[in-house]
């Protein structure tokens, strides 16, 4: 089975929501299959609404890219080898927030959380990860 | 206070993936604000993906319609009132299975059902409704 | 491994050419993974350009429902429980000659192919399935 | 006779492939005919999912500008003359990777290469090349 169940993603939705508050930043979190879809979401109130958007893309672009969204920024800055990455695959998101999520090594999914800085965005993520 | 918060939103969630899990039928279950942003949202395990879209899809057009996308789907045939209604709106559903969510009459966000048939769909939506 | 191999692609759009060829008909033929996208694809000389895309729509549409894409042809007709169905998922086919690759009984891809007729269509999608 | 056939595509294809073996670099190889229409494309296993697009993507590139994409990043960059091109046309890619294909100096179609890196892509897109 490579595809996250829907509850392993509710465990680390529930997990990254529980990191979100203790930094008191409501968050949108979602997390993806391994293809790239929906499997779990959740915006706590008072997130922007703009970040429903870019939760769930920083989720599929770490399906799509195999990497963390934060691993982007720097290879499609201007002057750099990926400039206009982000224009590809109706819209990839070029900032830290996504992060594959892997079983023994096996990507079956991925994270995207946005609402804060991109550092609380990370850690959050990286919260949601840990709960795998 | 006029948008549905999360607990809320995961509430109606738990109550459809209930009633969901009673009729043997994985579902895709999406609840959105008073404004048709995403707020809460499940894939069971093993319920179409073309769903994810048309369930968030589903809920989306109950907001912008007020009213369940049942009510649209006689008025939107050949030859009906509102034929190529759905093509609106970067497309609306106009079969059952979102229906808004009420508190006091007031509208506060809506569910959007997906994986079923449409009776299905309408009955674990109207299980949603009714945990509110 | 759930995901279809290109090797085991290459031989099932190998298999499709060979059997549009049989009946004179130049075909688009797609293969797509598990989570819908592309594997392979050949576009036979003489084949509309519509059907590029049409080709590998059907394809990940098989995915999306889970389902060959002429189940979807009587469901999504007017007066019919799905009407409206291919507007949604960001446009999915609703006639034939896409169909679901299963290697023992797991979904690993699918096969999408037009250009010719739906019934030709068909034929030369299920020589790809046979092949696998 | 101006657009690329399916047997010349496949040799370019494969001719990309090997050498992306050589390198040990799996790779999304995409063939488009002179009017930038998908006539070929493999994805070999391992290979990123976002370069299904780029990689198709960069051929219709090449094709549009009439030019390698690696001729297009200088020119693209912030405060250069066509600062913003990668936004027209529904999306440019404007790093390395795509190269017009053509026959006795006339362009038959476009390779594009996508899932290493930028001087991986055009190597292995310039074995595609140098089949034709």
Do not use: W
Not at 5 to 32: E, F, G, H, Y
Request: glycine share 12%; aromatic share 2%; proline share 3%.
């Amino acid at each position: 089975m490579s595809a996250i169940s829907l509850s392993s993603a509710t465990r680390v939705v529930d997990a990254a929501i529980a990191k979100a508050r203790d930094i008191a930043q409501p968050m949108n979190i979602a997390v993806v299959d391994d293809g790239g879809h929906l499997v779990a979401f959740a915006r706590m109130d008072g997130a922007i609404k703009a970040s429903i958007d870019i939760s769930i893309r920083k989720a599929r672009t770490s399906i799509l890219m195999n990497a963390p969204t934060s691993a982007l920024t720097a290879i499609a800055q201007p002057g750099a080898e990926l400039y206009g990455l982000e224009q590809t695959c109706g819209g990839l998101v070029i900032f830290g927030g996504g992060i594959p999520l892997t079983v023994d090594g096996v990507v079956v999914g991925a994270i995207g959380v946005s609402a804060g800085s991109v550092e609380q965005d990370v850690k959050v993520a990286e919260a949601g990860v840990a709960a795998l």
